[in-house]
């Protein structure tokens, strides 16, 4: 605003300084006018340019202005208060206004209404203005220093605002990113750990079972011994990776293959469940690489999805199914069991502590994905379709180079 008005005193200035030196006095006169002129334009130039560097010069020393107020007064007495040089002396209590406040204000629009009054003094003498144009200009000066600490108060309490804004702006994307931290360490826990530990506590509940019979079968004592062993170390290897996901070492991993991972992992899951599980290609079966974030929740979409048809759908197959259907990443898992039942809702899940379902819609949702759980085209079972556009797989990596 500052700089704003002292562009407007530079335009005055250029516009009132040719009548100031022709009406001004041979000798003397012109070269004070003259200084009076260079020094108004000088200072209204360099603090319209550079008022970051310079503005607090004048704010720390109000002098400086009251000085420039009596420079103008040269050039106000000599081009005379009908010229555009009238409009200069208004200025001069607005910017006090928004400098100083109201102080500021009050005392600058009294020396420059003193000023103008005594100029008007002095050419009524030859009955040149009336009272009312001299009181016009003192009076306009009154009003410009109300206005500018008016101004003054109205920016500062914007100012205050918008920190406060700014402020609580803050606070909510900090909880925000805590809410989707606790969230994100929901569905790992849930997705890896704990279904791990429970799988080692019903071996366990075997082995005991087992072992604890009349006539105890030690070839079966043994592979059930080894089952929890199995587990065991698969739990630890899965904490391993969300320890290692926490201090963000795999932001820096290369893609991953993601077609590899989705075969080894059903692979896997038929030999520990004995469900039988395809997983066959769709298309030509290429997959672009997919960046270790992605991909990390992709998978364990996959992940969940079998679990689910083991656990509960009571499935005798299940099909997956992966590829390019135009821009669009399509991951699908299919299976032959009983399907959800009749009204099942993410919210129902919630708050009956089932969330399996629920973390593979956050999770699909925080990868930009469009999940559908229900019996799709198939009469029986469950289908989790996912469908990531192409175009996520070059943003992520770019963010990850950037």
């Known amino acids: 605003m500052c ?200 071996a366990a509940d075997g082995l005991a079972t087992t072992a604890s019979a009349a006539a105890p079968d030690a070839a079966r004592v043994r592979r059930q011994a080894e089952l929890v062993s199995r587990s065991a170390r698969r739990a630890a290897a899965e904490s391993r990776e969300l320890l290692e996901d926490l201090r963000q070492e795999e932001a820096s991993a290369v893609p991953r293959d993601l077609w590899i991972e989705l075969t080894a992992r059903t692979a896997d899951f038929t030999v520990r469940t004995g469900l039988r599980t395809v997983c066959r290609p769709m298309g030509d079966g290429t997959l672009p690489p997919v960046p270790p974030p992605l991909a990390r929740d992709l998978l364990a979409i996959a992940t969940e999805a079998l679990e689910n048809a083991h656990r509960h759908a009571s499935a005798t197959r299940v099909e997956v199914t992966a590829g390019i259907d135009g821009d669009l990443l399509r991951l699908t898992i299919h299976d032959d069991g009983r399907g959800l039942p009749p009204g099942t809702t993410l919210e129902h899940l919630r708050h009956s502590g089932h969330f399996g379902l629920l973390g593979m819609v956050e999770r699909a949702a925080s990868t930009g994905a469009r999940i559908r759980i229900g019996r799709g085209e198939h009469e029986r079972g469950t289908e989790v379709r996912v469908e990531l556009p192409l175009r996520a797989l070059a943003s992520d990596v770019t963010s990850q180079e950037i």
């Not at 629009?109 to 002095?122: E, N, P, Y």
Request: aromatic share 8%; with cysteine.
């Open 3 to 202: 700089r704003q008005v002292f562009g407007f005193r530079l335009a005055m200035i250029v516009v009132a300084a040719p009548a100031a030196l022709l009406n001004a006095a041979p000798g003397l006169g012109v070269r004070l006018v003259g200084a009076a002129v260079v020094v108004t334009f000088m200072v209204s130039y360099v603090l319209f340019r550079d008022w970051e560097r310079f503005g607090p010069l004048l704010l720390r020393h109000p002098s400086l202005l009251a000085a420039d107020t009596l420079f103008g007064s040269l050039l106000l007495v000599s081009a005379g208060p009908d010229t555009t040089l009238a409009y200069v002396s208004v200025c001069t209590p607005l910017l006090a206004g928004l400098v100083y406040s109201w102080r500021g204000a009050a005392c600058f629009a009294s020396l420059q209404s003193l000023i103008l009054l005594l100029v008007h003094a002095t050419l009524k003498s030859d009955g040149r203005t009336g009272m009312a144009e001299s009181l016009l200009l003192p009076g306009l000066c009154v009003i410009a220093g109300a206005m500018g600490s008016t101004l003054r108060n109205l920016m500062l309490r914007f100012g205050a605002a918008t920190q406060a804004l700014t402020a609580v702006q803050a606070r909510l994307a900090a909880t925000e990113a805590v809410h989707a931290e606790r969230a994100r360490l929901a569905r790992e826990m849930h997705d890896s750990v704990a279904k791990t530990l429970y799988g080692v506590a019903l």
